[in-house]
C-alpha cells in the first residue's frame, strides 16, 4: 500500500499538469504580492516621509498605516455609490427616485395654481427652502438647506398652462429633477394637487437620502405645509396666468389677463342680452293684464247692477199678481153694496 502511494506521488509530481499548477499558483502569489505593494505606495511614502522629518519609527509605521486604510475605505465608498470602477454601480451613473405624492386642498383650482406660481413663497411655508429669486418668467434660483449644508440650484420652467399643469427641470452641483404638478376641480371650492419628481441624487447626503426615501417623505411634508398655507389664507397672494411651451413664453401675464377679462365681458353681455327679451316679455304681459283689468271690472259692475235690479223686478212682479186678484174682490163688494144701497131706498118709499 506504502509503496502504490509513493508511485502515486512520483507520478504527480513528474506529471507536467503539476508542474503547470505550480507555474499558476506562482504568477498568483507575485501578482497579489504586487497588488499589496501598489496600495501601500502612499502609505509607504508618507511613512518615509514622516522619517525623514525625524519622527520616530513607530509614528511613522501608524501614519502609513492610517493613509492606507483612508485610502481603502475611500476606494470602497466610491463602489458603494456608483463611482468605484467595478460591481454594480459602475460606471458612475446614479440611480434616480421617482416622487409620486398628491393632496386634497380646500380652495378652487384656479387659488391653488396661482399660489403655486409664486415660488419666491415657498421659503415662507416650506421646510428647508431658505429663499427663492426669480430670474425671469421662466427661470428661478433656489437655495435649500440639506442637513447642516446649503444647496444651490436654477430651475427652468418647460411648460405652464393656467389653471392645469407646471412642468420644470432644476440643475444643480449635488443633483438634478425633473417635475410636473398637475390641478384637479373635485368641485367649486376643492382641488386635487398632483407632484410627480424624478430625482437623480450626485452627492453623498444626496445619495444617502436616497437609500431611505428622504425625497418622498419631504415632498409629502411640503406638500401638507402648502395645503395650510393657502387654505388658511383663503386665496392666492398672487398669480401668474401666462402659459411657456417648450421652455418659451407663448402669452405673456398681462394679455393673459386681458383675454380672460375680456371673455368675462363677453359673458356677462350674453347674459344681459338674454335677460332684456324676458324683461320685454313681461313688461309686455304686465301691459296686457292691465288693459283686460277695467273690462272686467265693467262686466263685474254690469252683473252687480243685473244683481240690484232682479230684487226689484221680482219685487214688482209679485204685487201685480196680488193686484190681479184684488180688483175681482173689489166688484164683488162693491155690487152688495149696491145691491143694499138700493134695498134701503126702496125702503124709504
Known sequence: MADTLGKLKDDIVRSPAADRLKDELQ?????????ALSGLGSG??????????GKPPGQAVLKAGASQL?????????????????????????????VVEDIDVGVPVREAYDQWTQFQEFSTFAKG???????????????????????????????????????????????????????????DSLTRV????????????????????????????DLKLY?????????????????????????????????????????????????????????EDAAYEDEEEPEGEGDEAEFADEDEVEPEDAADAEPEEEYEEEPGEFDEAAEEEDAE?????????
Open 27 to 35: 504568477s498568483y502569489v507575485q501578482a497579489r504580492a504586487t497588488h
Open 44 to 53: 509607504l511614502a508618507k511613512g518615509t516621509q514622516a522619517l525623514a522629518e
Open 70 to 98: 483612508k485610502d481603502s475605505l475611500k476606494d470602497k465608498v466610491k463602489g458603494m455609490f456608483g463611482k468605484g470602477g467595478g460591481g454594480k454601480g459602475g460606471g458612475g451613473k446614479s440611480k434616480s427616485v421617482t
Open 129 to 187: 427652502v431658505v429663499s427663492v429669486e426669480k430670474a425671469d418668467d421662466t427661470s428661478s434660483n433656489w437655495k435649500v438647506k440639506v442637513a447642516k449644508s446649503t444647496r444651490s440650484w436654477k430651475a427652468n420652467v418647460t411648460e405652464q398652462v393656467p389653471d392645469e399643469r407646471i412642468s420644470w427641470t432644476t440643475e444643480g452641483a449635488k443633483g438634478t429633477v425633473k417635475g410636473v404638478v398637475t390641478f384637479h376641480p373635485l368641485g
Open 194 to 221: 398632483l407632484l410627480v419628481l424624478e430625482y437623480f441624487p450626485k452627492g453623498l447626503f444626496e445619495k444617502t437620502g436616497n437609500i431611505w426615501r428622504a425625497q418622498g417623505r419631504r415632498a409629502r411634508l
Open 227 to 283: 395645503r395650510k398655507f393657502i387654505m388658511m389664507r383663503g386665496e392666492a397672494t398672487d398669480g401668474w396666468r401666462g402659459e411657456i411651451r417648450d421652455g418659451e413664453v407663448v402669452v405673456d401675464h398681462e394679455t393673459a389677463v386681458a383675454e380672460e377679462e375680456e371673455e368675462q365681458d363677453e359673458k356677462a353681455e350674453a347674459g344681459g342680452e338674454a335677460d332684456e327679451p324676458r324683461a320685454e316679455e313681461d313688461d
Open 341 to 349: 144701497d138700493e134695498r134701503r131706498v126702496a125702503a124709504r118709499r
